[in-house]
């Protein structure tokens, strides 16, 4: 069931990421690509760590999976810690 919740969050950010960079506002940006992008990694960490658990893969795969599942959510919060500070200061 995690993985099904950490698949359909990961959609959810790549979509809103997107979003984001193809001009919705939903929120204000001071950068809008720097939000959009820390929405898409983030995503991409998330559907990374739940997809080969729903498929069934090997725990080797698995494993590396969510390693590399893991760098991206840690990208995404960097790139969107990033956005905010500027927007603080902007502000």
């Not at 204000?28 to 893969?57: E, K, N, Q, T």
């Not at 760098?71 to 500027?86: A, I, M, N, Q």
Request: one cysteine or more; charged letters at 15%.
């Amino acid at each position: 069931m995690s993985a099904w919740i950490m698949l359909s969050v990961g959609c959810v950010f790549i979509v809103a990421g997107a979003a984001v960079l193809n001009g919705w506002r939903v929120a204000r940006y001071s950068d809008a690509r720097l939000g959009g992008w820390g929405h898409v990694a983030m995503g991409a960490g998330f559907s990374l760590d739940g997809l080969p658990r729903i498929v069934g893969w090997p725990d080797a795969v698995v494993f590396f999976c969510a390693v590399g599942g893991l760098v991206f959510v840690v990208l995404g919060v960097v790139v969107g810690t990033r956005e905010l500070k500027g927007r603080r200061k902007g502000a």
